[in-house]
């Protein structure tokens, strides 16, 4: 039987223009830092911090980080009016701190041996956006 609700519109998260741009130009570790210090809720600072420490064999600092990023991105989801499903774009830039910050905390969970939130994370990344499990893969 089809599916008669309407699926949830798309989620777009706002865009932080002078935290994407000190991002961008941030090029060490400690100016992540800087960034994610300065834009605490701004996820792909702490996605970045994430991906860094996962380079360099921290998983359990990755997966702090990560988690932040996470959570962060939730906050932003829900005052954006997602309510617990629907698409989250990955062509939609502001998004990609949120579904970077995800999958990295997957990566980091599988890595420490909590297969059961990296599945999970697997899952809700795909469920977001096909799109973001192939870039990101």
């Not at 932003?76 to 999958?103: D, K, M, T, V, Y």
């Not at 041996?113 to 795909?126: K, P």
């Amino acid at each position: 039987m089809p599916n008669l609700l309407p699926e949830p519109a798309p989620t777009q998260l706002p865009a932080d223009p002078h935290a994407a741009e000190l991002l961008a130009k941030a090029d060490t570790e400690e100016a992540v830092k800087a960034v994610a210090a300065a834009f605490p809720a701004y996820s792909a600072a702490w996605a970045r911090l994430a991906e860094l420490a996962l380079a360099d064999g921290e998983p359990v600092t990755a997966y702090a980080y990560a988690r932040t990023g996470y959570h962060r991105g939730l906050d932003q989801l829900r005052r954006s009016g997602w309510r617990g499903a629907g698409p989250i774009p990955w062509a939609h830039e502001p998004n990609q701190g949120f579904l970077r910050a995800l999958h990295a905390l997957g990566t980091a969970a599988a890595a420490i041996g909590e297969s059961d939130e990296a599945e999970r994370c697997a899952t809700f990344l795909n469920d977001s956006d096909p799109a973001a499990t192939k870039a990101l893969g």
